[in-house]
């Protein structure tokens, strides 16, 4: 049986968002009304444009845990690690996170997800969150640390960690 953790945005996601979508929308209008024509205003449409669309196809919706697998599903992306390959499941204390900085993805519009930086360790890490709190580690057997953010994740990490007899075998 599949279990469904959704992801919810809190308001300073949303904040951020609306931030993020004013300052492009100013900068195009003054890209627009201060350059006339040209391939400079039509470049950074484009690229502003396929930037919103990358990012916004990447938006973390929810997180399946069946089984055998384990799938933190976005818009059109979909993260998979396989039950036996999760090493440890821990939650994560929201003062540890201020040392977690963006290296390549998503920070504030529409949540916060890609690869990040943990500046402690000097770790790359993988994020998928709406918020930045109830913070979820999943170490896979190669080390790599994926964090997730769940409002029940307590539910979460006993959902992910295995039963007790099933670790003695």
Do not use: Q
């Amino acid at each position: 049986m599949e279990e469904i953790f959704k992801y919810r945005f809190d308001r300073r996601t949303i904040y951020w968002t609306i931030v993020y979508l004013i300052l492009l929308l100013v900068l195009g209008w003054l890209l627009y009304h201060l350059y006339e024509g040209g391939y400079l205003s039509a470049w950074f449409t484009s690229f502003i444009a396929a930037l919103i669309a990358l990012l916004t196809l990447s938006i973390p919706r929810k997180i399946a845990v069946s089984p055998d697998k384990v799938e933190i599903r976005c818009l059109l992306d979909i993260t998979e690690i396989r039950r036996c390959d999760i090493a440890s499941v821990r939650r994560v204390d929201n003062r540890r996170m201020k040392w977690i900085v963006p290296l390549f993805g998503g920070f504030g519009f529409f949540g916060y997800y890609g690869h990040f930086l943990d500046l402690r360790g000097f770790e790359r890490i993988r994020l998928y969150a709406s918020e930045w709190n109830h913070f979820v580690e999943i170490t896979d057997i190669y080390e790599e640390r994926l964090y997730v953010s769940c409002r029940d994740a307590d539910r979460l990490v006993a959902a992910l960690t295995p039963p007790e007899n099933a670790v003695r075998k």
